[in-house]
């Protein structure tokens, strides 16, 4: 016993998730354990007293209970249906991070995970540090998280599909190209867990493992702190991602269309974010990630009405996940006024945006 008071064999519980989650596995387990024993029991108990020569002579004619059926029936619904209601409960607080969660990019790589912070720390956890670039084999460490703060996985992958998974909050999801998929935790306790890649993604599947740091407020902020981008900078904006999206922005040109002018090239990507965005055809689309990642890989695919759709498409040979995350961060975070103008190429201003607590709130889905 470790000093929860829960066996060895079970990976320790570090969020409100794995509590969650591991009432709900025991109530299921033992539930249906007690069920199916009983069975068992029946079953050889019958076969012992009812065995042929202890009971010899026609057997009675038995008509049933109404009641007796009844109660079997009703009361066995409700315990089973009971599982549907807490594991939809479970699955619905997995499934909707709070508003003030702190966002992490996961970024899943053959075989390794990139962790980006919002102000542009980063962190490779795994691989293979003789297959790495100078600037990724300086970032390898643990993934370090606060604890009693809810912290926002948006992870995608660069290849294969992966899994990024950590059985002490009890939650896995899969990492995917092109696709952002999103998992969320509140750590109760500090404390190093394990970090897997939950999905056999090749040959080195087994060098995407890592630790998960969950370390207090304030040794978090200090950590923060010490792995700015850029050292011995004052300006806390530089080396955001969103700052990094900006200078993106400007380098790939994505300025020469997308300007401050309405009657520009191309749509002013200001306040973007969040709204819904009439498209060519007919309907809408909310302004989300997903939106902005399929707008920069496949502007054919959801043209914006009003505009002819001469964007060209960006693949992962010009823009790599990393810096699409970039992007994204710095579309979000773009606000009426905002837009840089074109001469402002290098070197980049400082007050860019870059506090992506200000974002205006998940847009909603539906009609
Ligand atoms: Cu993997």
Redesign the pocket.
């Known amino acids: 016993m470790n000093t929860m008071g829960i066996p060895p064999f079970i990976p320790e519980l570090a969020s409100e998730h794995a509590l969650r989650f591991e009432y709900l596995f025991w109530y299921i387990t033992i539930t249906s354990g007690v069920v199916g024993l009983a069975l068992y029991a029946a079953l050889l108990y019958f076969c012992v007293v009812y065995r042929r020569g202890v009971n010899p002579g026609p057997t009675p004619r038995i008509l049933g209970s109404l009641r007796l059926e009844l109660a079997w029936t009703v009361i066995p619904a409700f315990v089973f249906l009971s599982y549907f209601a807490i594991g939809v409960y479970v699955f619905n607080k997995a499934a909707h991070p709070p508003e003030d969660s702190m966002e992490v990019f996961i970024i899943?790589k053959?075989?390794m995970w990139k962790a980006q912070y919002p102000g542009g720390q980063r962190v490779i956890i795994g691989g293979n540090p003789r297959n790495m670039t100078e600037a990724e084999r300086n970032s390898i460490g643990k993934l370090v998280i606060p604890a009693g703060r809810p912290v926002k996985f948006t992870m995608i992958s660069e290849d294969v599909i992966?899994?990024f998974g950590i059985p002490a909050f009890r939650q896995k999801m899969d990492v995917l190209p092109g696709r952002y998929t999103t998992m969320w935790q509140h750590p109760t306790k500090t404390g190093e867990y394990h970090l897997y890649?939950d999905?056999f993604?090749g040959t080195w599947?087994s060098l995407?493992v890592g630790k998960v740091k969950v370390v207090n407020g304030a040794e978090f902020d200090s950590w923060l702190m010490g792995h700015q981008p850029f050292q011995g900078s004052d300006n806390a904006v530089d080396g955001s991602l969103a700052h990094e999206g900006r200078q993106l922005f400007l380098k790939l040109q994505c300025i020469n269309c997308h300007s401050a002018t309405p009657t520009g090239k191309a749509p002013v990507l200001e306040g973007l974010w969040g709204t819904r965005v009439p498209l060519k055809g007919g309907g809408g689309e909310w302004a989300d990630d997903q939106y902005i990642i399929e707008s920069i890989r496949k502007p054919r695919g959801k043209v914006v009405d009003g505009w002819e759709g001469v964007m060209p498409a960006y693949d992962e040979s010009q823009v790599t996940n990393e810096e699409l995350n970039a992007l994204v961060a710095y579309i979000r975070s773009l606000k009426k006024g905002q837009t840089p103008d074109n001469t402002q190429r290098f070197p980049a201003p400082n007050g860019a945006p870059t506090d992506r607590t200000q974002s205006p709130p998940p847009p909603k889905k539906g009609n």
Do not use: A, I, L, R
């Open positions: 899943g053959q075989w992966h899994s890649c999905q993604c599947h995407m």
